[in-house]
Nanobody, 129 residues
Framework: LVQLVESGGGSVQAGGSLRLSCAAS????????MAWFRQAPGKEREGFAT????????EYTDSVKGRFTISQDNANNVMYLQMNNLKPEDTAMYYC??????????????????????WGQGTQVTVSS
């Protein structure tokens, strides 16, 4: 049984920071394509960051580039998302996603829901102005 559990969400003011965690069980974050998604009210869930090669390679969309950073603690099987300089438009439910085993060369550019098999329950991030 594969389980992903997000934590660390909350309410912050614009310019603040949060660190989200994705704890995995029955699955190795070190060996697979990983990603973070978010879904704002009335909008589709969007992928904005990926992590692969055991966390040594990451990708970000322009909306979060320079503000959000993925890291992995492979020994403890956890993926993190450090979010700095948060903006009101970052308000959303944030989800951890994990793909099925594949070569790392196939991980880049996977920002679609269907690119991932396993999902966490989500953690809410609310940013006020």
């Amino acid at each position: 049984l594969v389980q992903l559990v997000e934590s660390g969400g909350g309410s912050v003011q614009a310019g603040g920071s949060l660190r989200l965690s994705c704890a995995a069980s029955g699955y190795l974050v070190s060996s697979n394509c990983m990603a973070w998604f978010r879904q704002a009210p009335g909008k589709e869930r969007e992928g904005f960051a990926t992590s692969y090669e055991g966390g040594h390679a990451t990708e970000y969309t322009d909306s979060v580039k320079g503000r959000f950073t993925i890291s992995q603690d492979n020994a403890n099987n956890v993926m993190y998302l450090q979010m700095n300089n948060l903006k009101p438009e970052d308000t959303a439910m944030y989800y951890c996603a994990a793909g099925t085993p594949r070569p790392w060369v196939d991980c880049p550019g996977r920002f679609r829901n269907k690119d991932y098999t396993y999902w966490g329950q989500g953690t809410q991030v609310t940013v006020s102005s």
